[in-house]
């Protein structure tokens, strides 16, 4: 397995992905190996000066970056050769078996949809975020911010994608599929809402419970929830925001440890040809070690094989 990381994506990037990349070495096993992509000599600086040296790490040289501000197409276009578009065409070239960065998230998503493509058969791809449970355990949530603007068809989707990444992942069958609306009645809801509700209930391929509302968004509901990119976002990051406010008043506890996005390590993008996993721009350390560990996991599952066997077969 080659896991391909963008060392020059982040806030903290180059030095918290060379941190992350240290810390992640116990995870990997025989046959497994990192390959870090940037300026070759920035990377060998900061593994000598931190007395790192592994067999199991692969310098990938890319003498260019995007940042964090430019325009994903635009920039992707004119720097083919920054360490995001060297990624890509390493993961389409079938030499790295994901790929996941903490940099330019419109640059990550522009180049899933032209380099390694979308799955015959999908609409649009999705990003799915990772939502703590009371119980300990993790829903997913697609869309959070790749689709702001929706169709029902699109959920409708998303949510058959969802049902197959959740499954792959877990082990779990038969995941709880819930549509994210202001209230349970059937009739409830944006014109988007009712028609995603019509789709869902008619949908044989998933266990479709119903809607959900913001209330119990961390009440074990579903397994996978289900919503357009905007209000996805929205309620991610709200989400977020209970981790640094219950820190900074000194009430912590298991659940809102799990609120940490830090314990997730980044999003999968599902629906596209390739493992691709998009990570926090301000990812620490920490965050980038899980980050790798998602990679392995979504690379395990086989999970981008099984939903292209899936909507292929349709």
Same mark, same amino acid.
């Given at each position: 397995?080659?896991i391909?990381?963008?060392?020059?994506?982040?806030?903290?990037?180059?030095e918290?992905?060379?941190?992350?990349?240290?810390?992640?070495?116990?995870? &990997? !096993?025989?046959?497994? !190996?990192?390959?870090?992509?940037?300026?070759?000599?920035?990377?060998?600086?900061?593994?000598?000066?931190?007395?790192?040296?592994?067999?199991?790490?692969?310098?990938? @040289?890319?003498?260019?970056?995007i940042?964090?501000?430019e @325009?994903?197409?635009?920039?992707?276009?004119?720097?083919?050769?920054?360490?995001?578009?060297?990624?890509?065409?390493?993961?389409?070239?079938?030499?790295a078996?994901?790929?996941?960065?903490?940099?330019?998230?419109?640059?990550?998503?522009?180049?899933?949809?032209?380099?390694?493509?979308?799955?015959?058969?999908?609409? #649009?791809?999705?990003?799915?975020?990772?939502?703590?449970?009371?119980?300990?355990?993790?829903a997913?949530?697609?869309?959070? %911010?790749?689709?702001?603007?929706?169709?029902?068809?699109?959920?409708?989707q998303?949510?058959?994608?969802?049902?197959?990444?959740?499954?792959?992942?877990?082990?779990? !069958?038969?995941? #709880?599929?819930?549509?994210?609306?202001? %209230?349970?009645?059937e009739?409830k809801?944006?014109? &988007?809402?009712?028609?995603? @509700?019509? &789709?869902?209930?008619?949908?044989?391929?998933?266990?479709?419970?119903?809607?959900?509302?913001?209330?119990?968004?961390?009440?074990?509901?579903?397994?996978?929830?289900?919503?357009?990119?905007?209000t996805?976002?929205?309620?991610?990051?709200?989400?977020?925001?209970?981790?640094?406010?219950?820190?900074?008043?000194?009430?912590?506890?298991?659940?809102?440890?799990?609120?940490?996005?830090?314990n997730?390590?980044?999003?999968?993008?599902?629906?596209?040809?390739?493992?691709?996993?998009?990570? @926090?721009?301000?990812?620490?350390?920490?965050?980038i070690?899980?980050?790798?560990?998602?990679?392995?996991?979504?690379?395990?599952?086989?999970?981008c094989?099984?939903?292209?066997?899936?909507?292929e077969?349709?």
């Amino acid at each position: 397995m080659n896991i391909a990381i963008d060392v020059m994506g982040g806030d903290y990037a180059p030095e918290a992905v060379i941190d992350g990349i240290i810390e992640s070495i116990d995870l &990997l !096993t025989i046959g497994e !190996t990192i390959l870090a992509i940037g300026p070759q000599d920035t990377i060998n600086n900061l593994f000598k000066s931190r007395n790192f040296s592994s067999s199991q790490v692969r310098v990938i @040289h890319a003498e260019q970056v995007i940042e964090m501000g430019e @325009h994903p197409t635009k920039a992707l276009s004119q720097k083919p050769n920054s360490s995001i578009g060297i990624g890509f065409s390493l993961l389409k070239e079938g030499k790295a078996d994901v790929f996941a960065s903490a940099g330019n998230t419109g640059a990550m998503m522009v180049g899933s949809l032209f380099s390694v493509k979308t799955i015959n058969g999908i609409q #649009r791809p999705a990003i799915a975020g990772f939502v703590p449970q009371v119980d300990g355990r993790y829903a997913i949530m697609l869309d959070i %911010g790749a689709n702001a603007d929706c169709k029902p068809e699109m959920l409708a989707q998303w949510a058959e994608l969802g049902s197959i990444y959740f499954e792959s992942t877990t082990g779990q !069958t038969n995941p #709880r599929v819930g549509l994210m609306n202001i %209230g349970e009645e059937e009739q409830k809801g944006s014109i &988007l809402a009712q028609g995603t @509700h019509a &789709l869902l209930k008619e949908n044989s391929n998933i266990n479709f419970i119903g809607n959900i509302e913001g209330k119990d968004l961390f009440r074990n509901k579903a397994d996978v929830i289900v919503t357009d990119g905007f209000t996805g976002n929205i309620v991610l990051k709200m989400g977020e925001s209970i981790y640094n406010i219950m820190k900074e008043q000194g009430m912590m506890n298991d659940f809102v440890e799990n609120t940490n996005y830090e314990n997730y390590g980044g999003s999968p993008i599902i629906g596209i040809n390739g493992n691709v996993i998009i990570a @926090h721009g301000a990812s620490s350390p920490k965050a980038i070690k899980n980050m790798i560990k998602l990679c392995k996991s979504v690379v395990d599952s086989n999970v981008c094989q099984k939903i292209k066997a899936k909507f292929e077969e349709k």
